[in-house]
């Protein structure tokens, strides 16, 4: 215990007799540590978020719709029938569905266009949906709709949606709709981004739902006729996407061939391989930048201790080891690292936030996290000082004496 105290006491005497050279390797050490902290941070929130999002896109989901092919091109093989095939192949809840673009106007003279979509009461069944207003109309509203809640606010602006009436006209019929309800964006990440639709009419209907600027309203209110342009099916709990689709093909027999069957749990998979890819690439990218700040942290220690050769050869006349001069070192180092740490940890959150300001995801970053900054950091930095430190200890005292 005498030893250590000894050290910690030459320690400190040493950073003191230092101020300047002291305070700029202590900052050094608060810049690496808060940039590590905050790139973590900004790397592991967003792809928690972004996978958050896409979850709720529904693994369990299926959809069945007319194929791209010119053999169905025109024609219209899903009919309203096909619902409860599908339901029958899968044991899951299934809603048919017929899209089309349609003008709607909420106050006169102030025409819209979007997305309509005629289905039943059990679409918040097949994809569980939230509301931010009201609720999904039931079987017995006619009259009744909802709508998404970024169409809520074209329409309505940041006025209350619900209560509201709705005029819908497609093909030379107009009716009006009350609107019973406002469906949340499911991908809530997709607020910070601006103006997704700026395709419109150019994708497919059954794409397009994805988008979140739509109108429900019952079948039949205003394209007549049982023809649907697409059934989504919400699988049980334990069914597998790929076996269902293969239940479907065989429910549907030879009309199978003029059908596309699309599971959007293996979609979703690619998509977080996809980004699992890009965080590999960005840990490569962190790994470099705490390479490049250990050569840096170098430079400035063999700066810091070659200042102190005199000091050091002093030490060493009077009887103090090797190992002793390089404990008092690497303790210093440790104390600038431990300042530095403690400051640049508690600033990433600042950082990371601002950052965060300019990417669609908000800033978080967990125990583990700041644990694997703090580690790394501090394992690289003591290494890198490690280095000067043992060249400055070799040499012999009479040497460094003289050249003083």
């Known amino acids: 215990m005498g030893r250590i105290a000894a050290a910690l006491a030459f320690a400190r005497q ?13 900052l050094t050490f608060a810049v690496v540590f808060c940039t590590s902290a905050s790139a973590v941070g900004v790397i592991r929130s967003g792809r928690r978020e972004i996978t958050a999002n896409i979850q709720r896109l529904g693994r369990d989901i299926v959809q069945v719709h007319k194929s791209f092919s010119a053999a169905s091109f025109f024609k219209e093989p899903l009919r309203r029938g096909d619902v409860e095939t599908c ?11 017929k899209v089309f673009v349609g003008a709607l106007a909420a106050e006169p003279g102030r025409d819209h266009s979007a997305l309509v979509v005629q289905t039943d009461a059990d679409w918040p069944r097949v994809n569980e949906s939230t509301f931010s207003e009201g609720r999904f109309f039931r079987a017995d509203e006619p009259d009744a709709c909802a709508l998404d809640v970024w169409l809520a606010r074209e329409l309505f602006g940041s ?11 497609f093909g030379g019929v107009a009716r009006t709709f009350k609107v019973v309800g406002v469906l949340a964006d499911p991908l809530a990440i997709r607020a910070r981004f601006q103006n997704l639709d700026s395709a419109k009419n150019a994708r497919h209907p059954a794409l397009r739902l994805l988008e979140s600027k739509n109108l429900y309203i019952p079948p039949g209110a205003v394209a007549p006729g049982d023809d649907l342009s697409l059934v989504l099916i919400k699988l049980p709990g334990d069914a597998a996407p790929r076996d269902a689709v293969a239940a479907l093909k065989r429910a549907f027999g030879p009309r199978e061939a003029q059908l596309l069957f699309w599971a959007r749990g293996p979609w979703i998979d690619n998509i977080l391989d996809t980004f699992d890819v890009f965080r590999a690439f960005a840990n490569v990218v962190w790994v470099i ?8 942290i170098m430079t400035l220690s063999g700066l810091f201790i070659g200042g102190r050769t005199a000091e050091l050869g002093i030490r060493r006349t009077q009887g103090a080891s090797r190992a002793a001069v390089l404990v008092q070192i690497l303790l210093e180092g440790l104390m600038l690292q431990g300042g530095g740490a403690v400051a640049g940890t508690a600033l990433s959150p600042l950082a990371g936030a601002w950052i965060c300001r300019h990417l669609p995801w908000k800033f978080g970053i967990e125990g583990r996290d700041v644990a694997l900054v703090l580690g790394a950091g501090l394992l690289t930095s003591l290494a890198a000082m490690l280095i000067p430190a043992l060249r400055a200890v070799q040499r012999e005292p009479m040497d460094v004496l003289r050249e003083s």
Request: glycine content about 16%.
């Open 14 to 26: 040493g950073l003191a007799a230092r101020r300047a050279e002291a305070l700029l390797l202590g």
């Open 87 to 97: 339901r029958r192949a899968t044991g899951g809840w299934a809603t048919g569905v």
């Open 159 to 169: 006025s209350q949606a619900a209560g509201r009436e709705i005029s819908v006209a």
């Open 289 to 296: 930048f705490v390479l490049l700040a250990a050569g840096m």
